[in-house]
């Protein structure tokens, strides 16, 4: 009996080794990633932009631009979540996998209220503009626009917490004000507390 | 000493009963009419519990557009319903590997007996073959 308990000792120590508290590297998406149940986590964003990029790729949405590839602006993503985020998180990875497929480009001198990502190639493309006798706009206009909302929902029972963030995306039609596609994501996480791996 | 071990499987027994689920009965067409373009695939195993566990069914592939389209579907082959995570990667003509800027292990649940297909879309036209990883997360 005093073997088995001092195996047993022994046993917990080496786990709790292998499982210590040194820092190291993991995957960013991968299962030993850190997941939180009342924040959006690292590889929540990267599984909620890559399901969207699937399904806009699928949907064949941007192969029926007329100007290839086609250009899209980042209008409004709305946080309506508990936690400060940068939706950069899940636009920035979504305008990346596009803009590698070859289907879409995204204009940096258009957005939001006259404001342009990057102010330097806005002046610069309208002074382009100006100076060959223009209306001193400048740069291609986009033919989409992607808008969207973030939603969290959370519910306990017990002491269990279940939060659902809804990832929701709107391509619209600039000439047609359309929405020509439309995606939500949701993502549940269930549990008591913070994990270590999922 | 022997009620208390009596009593811990009691209570082994009541919380495993609470968190497990039924398995599931399927009910599909005897001749279907879809016609999908089977792949030959090759497994390689080394965790042979998942293996036992969860059987392929079929690998199919179709275009959209430009782009390779690919749905792999399983069965799990037991009762208890399992949690597994896949990650797909993308292999171009010259046999590089597409380096995706979202980077994703899915997790997808399946419960007992039920046949699950999970598919992707390839990130570029170039691609032309790929290769779907699988793990169990519970």
């Known amino acids: 009996m005093k073997t088995v308990s001092l195996l047993l000792s022994v046993g917990s120590l080496t786990l709790l080794a292998g499982c210590g508290g040194g820092a190291k590297y993991v995957d960013s998406a991968g299962p030993n990633t850190i997941v939180s149940m009342d924040r959006i986590d690292i590889q929540d964003w990267n599984r909620a932009a890559d399901q969207m990029v699937q399904n806009l790729l699928a949907s064949g949405v941007l192969d029926r631009s007329e100007r290839q590839p086609a250009v899209l602006a980042v209008s409004r993503i709305v946080n309506n979540t508990s936690q400060q985020v940068d939706t950069n998180l899940l636009t920035k990875k979504i305008r990346v996998a596009l803009n590698q497929s070859g289907k879409a480009v995204t204009t940096t001198t258009v957005g939001l209220g006259g404001t342009a990502e990057d102010p330097l190639a806005k002046d610069q493309a309208a002074y382009d503009s100006f100076k060959s006798g223009g209306d001193g706009t400048g740069g291609v206009q986009p033919g989409y626009s992607l808008s969207g909302r973030l939603i969290e929902t959370y519910i306990t029972s017990g002491s269990t917490k279940q939060t659902t963030f809804s990832f929701q995306l709107s391509l619209t039609e600039i000439a047609t004000g359309l929405a020509v596609w439309e995606d939500e994501v949701d993502i549940t996480k269930q549990g008591k507390k913070n994990s270590v791996g999922w | ?138």
């Open chain 2, 1 to 138: 000493m022997k009620t208390l071990s009596s009593l811990s499987l009691l209570l082994v027994l009541l919380i495993a009963a609470g968190c497990s689920s039924s398995p599931v009965n399927t009910i599909d067409k005897k001749n279907p009419n879809a016609t999908p373009t089977i792949v030959d695939s090759r497994v390689n195993i080394y965790d042979n519990n998942l293996a036992k566990r969860l059987s392929l069914v079929s690998v199919n592939e179709a275009q959209v557009g430009d782009l390779l389209q690919v749905q792999v579907t399983f069965q799990n082959v037991q009762v208890k319903p399992r949690t597994f995570a896949y990650q797909f990667q993308w292999v171009q003509q010259n046999g590089m590997v597409v380096t995706s800027p979202t980077p994703v292990w899915t997790p997808s649940h399946v419960e007992g007996g039920q046949t699950v297909s999970v598919s992707a879309v390839a990130p570029k036209p170039s691609v032309v073959d790929f290769r779907i990883s699988l793990r169990e997360i519970d």
